[in-house]
């Protein structure tokens, strides 16, 4: 059975908005959703629309929050002020998938810069994998 394009989308997204604050980590960021997915934007000659690309963005960014990934604060018209990885998003980023590969947040900002968004997809997906097992492990023990 194949993902849902659903969440392969919020897969992208995800990998894209934590490579974005692991590298500027521990710095808080501000971004607006066109800014960081430029595909998003909507053409400002053409009747304004409800633009539900960028409101996807926002809830996926809004999931991360209340999950406890990332702090942020969402701001009116698709932006995000003081932005930074908790403790949590950071530490599940540091982890290394095996001892010949770079950890999961130096993977995911290589695909956010190649572009590769089969390998964003793969490697979120695996990032929020593991933070499910480290909480199930925690819940358990």
């Known amino acids: 059975m194949s993902t849902p394009t ?14 974005s604050l692991y590298e500027s980590f521990p710095v808080r960021r501000a971004f607006t959703v066109e800014r960081l997915f ?51 998003g950071l530490e599940l980023l540091k982890l290394t998938p095996n001892a010949l590969e770079p950890s999961f947040g130096e993977q995911l ?6 572009g590769v968004k089969d390998t964003i997809v793969n490697i ?7 933070g499910a097992a480290l909480l199930y492990k925690t819940l358990t023990n």
């Open 6 to 19: 659903n969440i392969k989308k919020f897969n992208e997204i995800t990998g894209v908005v934590l490579a």
């Open 38 to 88: 430029p595909e998003t934007a909507q053409d400002p000659f053409e009747e304004p629309s409800i633009n539900h690309d960028a409101i996807f963005v926002t809830e996926t960014v809004s999931w991360l929050v209340e999950h406890g990934y990332i702090s942020a604060n969402i701001q009116y018209g698709y932006s995000f002020s003081d932005a930074v990885l908790t403790a949590k």
């Open 109 to 114: 900002v290589e695909a956010a810069k190649s």
């Open 124 to 130: 979120s997906s695996s990032v929020l994998t593991s």
